[in-house]
């Protein structure tokens, strides 16, 4: 939820498999990959499609990306004024790649606000829905009691991994990829409140209480 990039994955995803002759367009890759990881992903479009991805389709995904970030990537809007203004301890918890986060945050200049704060799929045997990604945020960041934890997140996957961990969510639908209904989905598997702009997550009630917050990319 840092930074607007899921419309733009979307939109690569769906030209890189058009190169291939597969059929996907940006929506239909919203609805089935947003918040997997990149081995999940893959998973889920070789059984959409009933084919294998050639061993090469991360790395011209990868190129496809970096042309897209560089370009068009933007962070959503206030978040750097958020996360400057909390007085308590957050961190970044996300299934992208290291390598992907490194060029997220340099690209919008959020780099220096997270700053070793920063967990990946990479660090875990299993991304999210596994709650394994936030109890590992929670044990490194000070050993925190997933129950004093507060995880704000876009995404189905991320929301059913907050919740297995036993952590509290705020479910955020300020992104540009967000669609109709996305917000009862995540109420439904445990998200409340529901929240669309970076000013009411920062007046929220919980952020003044002594609640480490993890934050998602």
Known sequence: MLVDSEILAAQVTSDTLHSLGLTMSAEEALVALVGLDEAAARRKLEEIHGADLPAAFEAE???????????QLQPIAGIADLLEGLRLPFCVASNST???????????????LVEGRVF???????GKPAPDLFLLAAKTMGGFDPSRCLVIEDSLTGVTAARAAGMHVIGFCGGGHILPGHD??????????????????????????????????
Not at 61 to 71: E, Q, Y
């Open 184 to 217: 009862q989905r995540l109420r439904a598997l445990g998200a409340d409140p529901i929240l669309t702009h970076h000013h009411q997550i920062a007046a929220h009630p919980w952020l003044a209480d002594p609640l480490p917050a993890v934050a998602t990319a």
């Open 61 to 71: 995904m990868a190129t496809r990306l970096d042309h897209a970030f560089n370009t």
């Open 98 to 112: 290291h390598e992907r986060l490194r060029r997220t945050f340099a690209v919008t200049g959020l780099a220096p």
């Open 120 to 126: 990946s799929a990479d660090d875990v045997k299993r």
